[in-house]
Protein backbone atom coordinates (compact mmCIF):
# COMPACT_ATOMS: atom_id res chain seq x y z
CA UNK A 1 0.00 0.00 0.00
CA UNK A 2 1.34 3.19 -1.24
CA UNK A 3 1.44 6.27 1.46
CA UNK A 4 -1.63 8.00 0.00
CA UNK A 5 -3.67 4.60 -0.04
CA UNK A 6 -3.25 4.80 3.79
CA UNK A 7 -4.79 7.74 4.50
CA UNK A 8 -8.23 8.31 5.67
CA UNK A 9 -11.18 9.69 3.90
CA UNK A 10 -12.45 13.10 5.09
CA UNK A 11 -16.00 13.76 5.20
CA UNK A 12 -17.53 16.53 5.85
CA UNK A 13 -21.09 17.77 6.52
CA UNK A 14 -22.76 20.82 8.85
CA UNK A 15 -23.16 18.47 11.36
CA UNK A 16 -24.61 14.98 11.94
CA UNK A 17 -26.64 14.79 9.25
CA UNK A 18 -23.90 13.98 7.14
CA UNK A 19 -23.62 10.46 8.94
CA UNK A 20 -26.22 8.38 7.12
CA UNK A 21 -22.94 8.88 4.51
CA UNK A 22 -20.42 8.26 6.54
CA UNK A 23 -22.90 4.80 7.54
CA UNK A 24 -23.31 4.39 3.52
CA UNK A 25 -19.32 4.95 2.62
CA UNK A 26 -18.52 2.43 5.75
CA UNK A 27 -20.47 -0.15 4.39
CA UNK A 28 -19.16 0.10 0.47
CA UNK A 29 -15.46 0.38 1.86
CA UNK A 30 -14.88 -0.93 5.16
CA UNK A 31 -10.89 -1.11 5.10
CA UNK A 32 -10.85 2.46 4.41
CA UNK A 33 -10.27 4.96 8.38
CA UNK A 34 -12.51 7.98 8.23
CA UNK A 35 -12.16 11.78 9.75
CA UNK A 36 -15.61 13.09 9.77
CA UNK A 37 -15.87 16.43 10.36
CA UNK A 38 -19.13 17.70 12.01
CA UNK A 39 -19.10 22.17 11.48
CA UNK A 40 -21.92 22.28 14.02
CA UNK A 41 -21.30 25.61 15.74
CA UNK A 42 -22.15 27.09 12.25
CA UNK A 43 -25.59 24.59 11.67
CA UNK A 44 -27.81 25.06 9.76
CA UNK A 45 -25.80 25.70 6.50
CA UNK A 46 -28.84 25.30 4.35
CA UNK A 47 -30.38 28.57 5.33
CA UNK A 48 -27.35 30.83 4.98
CA UNK A 49 -26.28 32.62 1.50
CA UNK A 50 -24.14 30.71 -0.93
CA UNK A 51 -21.24 32.73 -0.24
CA UNK A 52 -21.35 32.02 3.11
CA UNK A 53 -21.78 28.37 2.22
CA UNK A 54 -18.96 28.19 0.48
CA UNK A 55 -16.85 30.29 2.72
CA UNK A 56 -17.50 27.43 5.82
CA UNK A 57 -17.28 24.95 3.21
CA UNK A 58 -13.49 25.71 1.98
CA UNK A 59 -12.28 26.06 5.73
CA UNK A 60 -13.85 22.67 6.24
CA UNK A 61 -12.11 20.52 3.78
CA UNK A 62 -9.11 22.77 4.18
CA UNK A 63 -8.81 21.69 7.95
CA UNK A 64 -9.76 18.05 7.03
CA UNK A 65 -6.98 18.07 4.05
CA UNK A 66 -4.45 19.78 6.69
CA UNK A 67 -4.85 16.38 8.37
CA UNK A 68 -3.92 14.63 5.76
CA UNK A 69 -7.17 12.86 3.32
CA UNK A 70 -6.83 11.10 0.38
CA UNK A 71 -10.49 11.93 -0.85
CA UNK A 72 -13.01 14.43 0.75
CA UNK A 73 -16.92 13.51 0.51
CA UNK A 74 -18.86 16.55 1.05
CA UNK A 75 -22.10 14.95 2.60
CA UNK A 76 -23.85 18.15 2.98
CA UNK A 77 -26.39 18.92 0.32
CA UNK A 78 -26.20 22.68 0.50
CA UNK A 79 -22.44 22.32 0.27
CA UNK A 80 -22.24 20.59 -2.34
CA UNK A 81 -24.46 22.39 -4.46
CA UNK A 82 -22.00 25.82 -4.23
CA UNK A 83 -19.08 24.90 -3.60
CA UNK A 84 -17.87 21.64 -5.18
CA UNK A 85 -15.99 23.61 -8.60
CA UNK A 86 -13.83 25.90 -5.53
CA UNK A 87 -13.11 22.99 -3.29
CA UNK A 88 -11.81 20.96 -6.04
CA UNK A 89 -8.95 23.67 -7.82
CA UNK A 90 -8.00 24.26 -3.84
CA UNK A 91 -7.65 20.57 -2.79
CA UNK A 92 -6.15 19.29 -6.21
CA UNK A 93 -4.99 16.52 -6.59
CA UNK A 94 -7.34 15.10 -3.94
CA UNK A 95 -10.47 14.42 -5.59
CA UNK A 96 -13.44 15.74 -4.28
CA UNK A 97 -16.69 14.06 -4.63
CA UNK A 98 -20.44 15.96 -3.66
CA UNK A 99 -23.38 14.30 -3.15
CA UNK A 100 -25.62 16.37 -5.61
CA UNK A 101 -24.81 14.29 -8.87
CA UNK A 102 -24.80 10.84 -7.07
CA UNK A 103 -28.36 11.39 -5.96
CA UNK A 104 -29.20 12.95 -9.25
CA UNK A 105 -28.33 9.95 -10.62
CA UNK A 106 -30.32 7.55 -8.43
CA UNK A 107 -33.18 9.86 -8.67
CA UNK A 108 -32.71 9.64 -12.96
CA UNK A 109 -32.56 5.66 -12.58
CA UNK A 110 -35.29 5.10 -10.61
CA UNK A 111 -38.17 7.40 -12.46
CA UNK A 112 -40.19 5.93 -14.75
CA UNK A 113 -42.96 8.54 -15.58
CA UNK A 114 -40.00 11.15 -15.81
CA UNK A 115 -41.60 13.36 -12.91
CA UNK A 116 -39.17 13.81 -10.19
CA UNK A 117 -39.81 15.73 -6.45
CA UNK A 118 -36.21 16.53 -4.73
CA UNK A 119 -36.53 18.42 -1.54
CA UNK A 120 -34.11 20.36 0.27
CA UNK A 121 -32.64 23.24 2.37
CA UNK A 122 -34.04 26.46 1.23
CA UNK A 123 -30.48 26.81 -0.09
CA UNK A 124 -30.20 23.85 -1.76
CA UNK A 125 -32.72 24.82 -3.76
CA UNK A 126 -32.17 28.01 -4.67
CA UNK A 127 -29.30 27.37 -5.98
CA UNK A 128 -30.89 24.88 -8.24
CA UNK A 129 -28.23 22.45 -8.70
CA UNK A 130 -30.35 19.00 -8.88
CA UNK A 131 -32.15 20.16 -11.69
CA UNK A 132 -29.27 21.38 -13.53
CA UNK A 133 -27.76 17.54 -12.57
CA UNK A 134 -31.03 15.75 -13.70
CA UNK A 135 -31.31 17.94 -16.42
CA UNK A 136 -28.08 16.73 -17.40
CA UNK A 137 -28.85 13.10 -16.45
CA UNK A 138 -32.51 13.33 -17.67
CA UNK A 139 -32.95 16.28 -20.21
CA UNK A 140 -36.74 14.80 -20.39
CA UNK A 141 -37.35 14.98 -16.41
CA UNK A 142 -40.03 17.32 -15.18
CA UNK A 143 -38.47 18.38 -11.83
CA UNK A 144 -40.48 19.83 -8.49
CA UNK A 145 -38.37 21.66 -6.08
CA UNK A 146 -39.49 21.99 -2.43
CA UNK A 147 -37.75 23.57 0.74
CA UNK A 148 -38.79 22.07 3.80
CA UNK A 149 -36.52 23.59 6.28
CA UNK A 150 -38.14 22.76 9.18
CA UNK A 151 -37.28 19.03 8.85
CA UNK A 152 -33.91 19.89 10.10
CA UNK A 153 -34.79 21.08 13.11
CA UNK A 154 -37.33 18.38 13.53
CA UNK A 155 -34.71 15.80 13.01
CA UNK A 156 -31.88 17.66 15.21
CA UNK A 157 -34.76 17.47 17.86
CA UNK A 158 -35.16 13.86 17.85
CA UNK A 159 -38.85 13.91 16.45
CA UNK A 160 -38.90 11.88 13.37
CA UNK A 161 -42.71 10.51 13.36
CA UNK A 162 -45.85 11.37 15.58
CA UNK A 163 -48.13 13.78 14.85
CA UNK A 164 -46.63 16.99 15.23
CA UNK A 165 -43.82 15.42 12.45
CA UNK A 166 -46.57 14.14 10.03
CA UNK A 167 -48.47 17.62 10.19
CA UNK A 168 -45.07 19.12 8.99
CA UNK A 169 -44.77 16.57 6.58
CA UNK A 170 -48.29 16.91 5.22
CA UNK A 171 -48.09 20.50 5.33
CA UNK A 172 -44.61 20.52 3.04
CA UNK A 173 -45.65 17.99 0.63
CA UNK A 174 -49.12 16.98 0.18
CA UNK A 175 -49.68 19.67 -2.64
CA UNK A 176 -46.53 18.63 -4.45
CA UNK A 177 -48.07 14.72 -4.46
CA UNK A 178 -51.71 15.53 -5.30
CA UNK A 179 -53.57 15.38 -8.48
CA UNK A 180 -52.69 13.32 -11.84
CA UNK A 181 -49.27 14.25 -12.55
CA UNK A 182 -47.48 13.46 -9.03
CA UNK A 183 -44.21 12.69 -9.22
CA UNK A 184 -43.19 9.12 -9.31
CA UNK A 185 -40.27 9.59 -7.60
CA UNK A 186 -38.86 11.44 -4.34
CA UNK A 187 -35.06 12.75 -4.06
CA UNK A 188 -34.50 13.25 -0.01
CA UNK A 189 -31.81 16.26 -1.38
CA UNK A 190 -30.27 16.75 2.27
CA UNK A 191 -28.45 14.83 4.78
CA UNK A 192 -31.13 15.60 7.46
CA UNK A 193 -34.38 13.82 5.58
CA UNK A 194 -34.08 10.28 5.42
CA UNK A 195 -34.58 10.15 9.56
CA UNK A 196 -38.00 11.01 8.42
CA UNK A 197 -38.67 8.63 5.98
CA UNK A 198 -41.13 6.98 7.76
CA UNK A 199 -43.74 10.02 7.92
CA UNK A 200 -42.78 10.57 4.29
CA UNK A 201 -43.64 7.77 2.96
CA UNK A 202 -46.84 7.81 4.84
CA UNK A 203 -47.93 11.05 2.97
CA UNK A 204 -46.27 10.04 -0.28
CA UNK A 205 -47.76 7.06 -0.42
CA UNK A 206 -46.31 3.53 -1.73
CA UNK A 207 -46.11 4.41 -5.16
CA UNK A 208 -43.53 6.66 -4.85
CA UNK A 209 -39.82 5.85 -4.82
CA UNK A 210 -37.89 7.36 -2.29
CA UNK A 211 -34.34 7.72 -3.37
CA UNK A 212 -31.37 9.62 -1.32
CA UNK A 213 -27.67 9.69 -2.44
CA UNK A 214 -26.31 8.31 0.78
CA UNK A 215 -25.59 4.96 -1.21
CA UNK A 216 -24.82 6.79 -4.63
CA UNK A 217 -22.48 9.06 -3.05
CA UNK A 218 -20.45 5.93 -1.50
CA UNK A 219 -20.66 3.78 -4.62
CA UNK A 220 -19.18 7.13 -6.46
CA UNK A 221 -16.14 6.88 -4.00
CA UNK A 222 -15.39 3.72 -4.11
CA UNK A 223 -15.31 3.80 -7.82
CA UNK A 224 -12.82 6.79 -7.84
CA UNK A 225 -10.54 5.48 -5.22
CA UNK A 226 -10.30 2.30 -7.41
CA UNK A 227 -9.75 4.55 -10.35
CA UNK A 228 -6.78 5.86 -8.85
CA UNK A 229 -5.71 3.10 -7.41
CA UNK A 230 -5.93 4.63 -3.53
CA UNK A 231 -8.46 1.72 -1.66
CA UNK A 232 -7.05 -0.34 1.05
CA UNK A 233 -7.39 -3.81 0.23
CA UNK A 234 -7.29 -5.58 3.61
CA UNK A 235 -8.12 -4.52 7.59
CA UNK A 236 -10.83 -2.70 9.17
CA UNK A 237 -10.98 0.57 9.13
CA UNK A 238 -11.11 2.99 11.98
CA UNK A 239 -13.31 6.40 11.91
CA UNK A 240 -12.50 9.57 13.84
CA UNK A 241 -14.96 12.36 14.73
CA UNK A 242 -14.76 15.76 15.00
CA UNK A 243 -17.10 18.65 15.79
CA UNK A 244 -16.95 22.85 16.00
CA UNK A 245 -18.89 22.98 18.46
CA UNK A 246 -21.06 20.68 21.62
CA UNK A 247 -19.28 17.09 21.79
CA UNK A 248 -21.93 15.90 23.81
CA UNK A 249 -25.03 17.08 21.53
CA UNK A 250 -22.90 15.87 18.59
CA UNK A 251 -22.56 12.05 20.18
CA UNK A 252 -26.16 12.44 21.05
CA UNK A 253 -27.76 13.02 18.29
CA UNK A 254 -25.20 11.79 15.97
CA UNK A 255 -25.80 8.43 17.43
CA UNK A 256 -29.49 8.34 15.82
CA UNK A 257 -28.01 9.64 12.37
CA UNK A 258 -25.50 7.04 12.23
CA UNK A 259 -27.66 3.92 13.36
CA UNK A 260 -25.01 3.55 16.45
CA UNK A 261 -23.62 5.30 19.48
CA UNK A 262 -21.16 7.63 19.85
CA UNK A 263 -19.21 8.63 23.12
CA UNK A 264 -18.92 12.24 23.63
CA UNK A 265 -15.48 11.00 24.91
CA UNK A 266 -14.68 10.33 20.98
CA UNK A 267 -15.81 13.74 19.46
CA UNK A 268 -12.80 15.92 19.31
CA UNK A 269 -13.50 19.74 19.34
CA UNK A 270 -12.08 21.73 16.78
CA UNK A 271 -11.76 25.23 15.41
CA UNK A 272 -12.12 25.73 12.10
N1 LIG B 1 -26.38 19.23 5.84
C1 LIG B 1 -27.41 20.08 5.29
C2 LIG B 1 -27.77 19.58 3.89
O1 LIG B 1 -27.62 18.42 3.56
C3 LIG B 1 -28.65 20.11 6.18
C4 LIG B 1 -28.45 20.83 7.48
C5 LIG B 1 -28.09 22.28 7.31
O2 LIG B 1 -28.94 23.08 6.87
O3 LIG B 1 -26.95 22.63 7.62
O4 LIG B 1 -28.24 20.35 3.10
Redo the contacts with the bound molecule.
Keep these: MTGISALPIGVF???V??LTVLRALRAALPSEDFLYLGDTAR?????KSAATVARYAMQAAEALAARGIKCLVV?????SSVAIPALAVRLAPIPVIG?IEPGAAAAAQATRSGRIAVI??E??VRGGAYPRSLAALAPHAVVTQKACPLF?ALAEEGWTDGPIVEAVVRRYLEPVFSGDAAPDTLLL????FPALVAPIRRIVGQGVTIVDSAETTAAATAAQLARLGLQRAAGIGAVRMMATDGPERFARVGSVFSGEPIAASEVELVDL
Design positions: DSGGGLPYGTACNTAVATGTVGCTH
